[in-house]
């Protein structure tokens, strides 16, 4: 039986209409994955622009950042010869002239040093930013750090007194020095020669940035928690120890030399009261360091005295001692490596065609006798 028309057209419908569907098929699939290749290489391009804007901003900040730090040091350098004295109150008629006498009074009476008034460049008062029923400061410029230095040293004398005097800091330091005061306290951070200072854990930290401040308290948090533990667990921390002093003594001998390091230039010129400054900072340094090696001589026998040296690692006194000589030995003897790196031919301290008789040093080093010097 044969096919109608009617069939026929049916199924001539049908083919037609499968190969349009598959037709169109392929034709949306190529769209489709040209698009996405497309797609995919314009976002794997805006990435790669992403992240350059991201590098480049970061080099901007961090710019701006180091640009913002050699300003606060331009300004904070031009502030070191100032000081700012709170407490002097405004009298009727007040002029430069009167305001200066007044600087000197306090300067002769409350702090016990004769200054001339020669020394002081300039002499006025600063907009009030404390309580309003405070006087305005006086901000006072000197003519030598070496005046301004001995008000700081003496001003000391003023405890008791209604009259402060302070350093002259930059907007960006005194936030730093408040922001430290509210974490350390006031007796805890403090500021020399423009720079902030924070003792904590009887360590001295400089403060330069505010990431530097939320590093030292996070690392404060960390002690306390480990003091808090401690302290349940019955361990007791023991200040008067060899270890901690010793942590002590470093800690002032760097923040005396630090704070001094200003000092440098002006004695290399021939500042005679610098020189005699430095002087006696070098004498305290000399204490520091003979403390320092007093301290270090009793390290092992304090060591010994904690129960986990002697029963956890099982070591005495003398095993100590033996450590710190056996390190002791292997830095002399890579001091000693270099130095018998001689030429060839240099064997049990001779060397051909060397006479040392002819190199004796004509001069005795300190404490060295005549008797003393070779042949």
């Known amino acids: 039986m044969g096919l109608s028309s009617a069939d026929l057209r049916e199924i001539k ?62 300004e904070q350098h031009a502030r ?62 000197f003519a030598s750090d070496t005046s301004r230095s001995q008000v700081i040293r003496n001003r000391k004398n003023l405890k008791g007194s209604k009259i402060v005097i302070r350093e002259d800091l930059t907007k960006n330091r005194l936030g730093l020095l408040k922001s430290a005061i509210d974490v350390f306290s006031s007796k805890s951070a403090w500021v020399l020669n423009g720079n902030i200072y924070v003792k904590c854990e009887n360590e001295v930290h400089r403060i330069s940035d505010k990431s530097k401040l939320s590093e030292l308290k996070e690392s404060t948090l960390v002690i306390e928690e480990q003091l808090r533990r401690a302290s349940q667990l019955n361990f007791t921390q023991n200040l008067d120890h060899p270890g901690f002093t010793l942590s002590a003594r470093f800690a002032e001998v760097e923040c005396l030399a630090e704070s001094h390091q200003h000092l440098i230039k002006e004695s290399l010129v021939g500042n005679q009261p610098v020189n005699a400054v430095l002087y006696n900072v070098l004498n305290q340094l000399e204490e520091l360091l003979g403390e320092i090696k007093s301290d270090v001589s009793r390290l092992p026998a304090s060591l010994a005295k904690i129960p986990a040296v002697t029963k956890r690692l099982q070591m005495t006194e003398k095993s100590i001692g033996s450590r710190f000589a056996g390190i002791a030995e ?16 240099f064997n049990d301290d001779n060397l051909a065609g060397f006479v040392a008789a002819k190199f004796a040093p004509q001069y005795s080093t300190p404490g060295q006798t005549s008797s003393e010097l070779p042949l």
């Open 13 to 74: 419908g049908c083919i037609i209409s499968t190969f349009n569907d598959k037709f169109l098929q392929d034709v949306v699939s190529k769209v489709a994955a040209m698009v996405d290749k497309q797609l995919e290489e314009k976002l794997k391009a805006q990435d790669v622009e992403i992240e350059t804007l991201k590098e480049n901003q970061n080099k901007i900040i961090e710019e701006n950042m180091q640009l913002r730090k050699i300003i606060d040091d331009q």
């Open 80 to 141: 070191n010869l100032n000081v700012r004295i709170h407490g002097i109150k405004v009298e009727d008629g007040e002029n430069t002239e009167n305001l200066r006498t007044k600087v000197l009074e306090v300067f002769t009476n409350k702090l016990k040093i004769n200054l001339v008034d020669s020394v002081i460049k300039k002499c006025h008062r600063v907009s009030s930013m404390g309580p309003s029923d405070q006087p305005p400061a006086v901000l006072v410029r």
């Open 330 to 345: 292997s830095s002399d003897q890579s001091t000693a490596q270099v130095t018998s790196e001689f030429p060839t031919g």
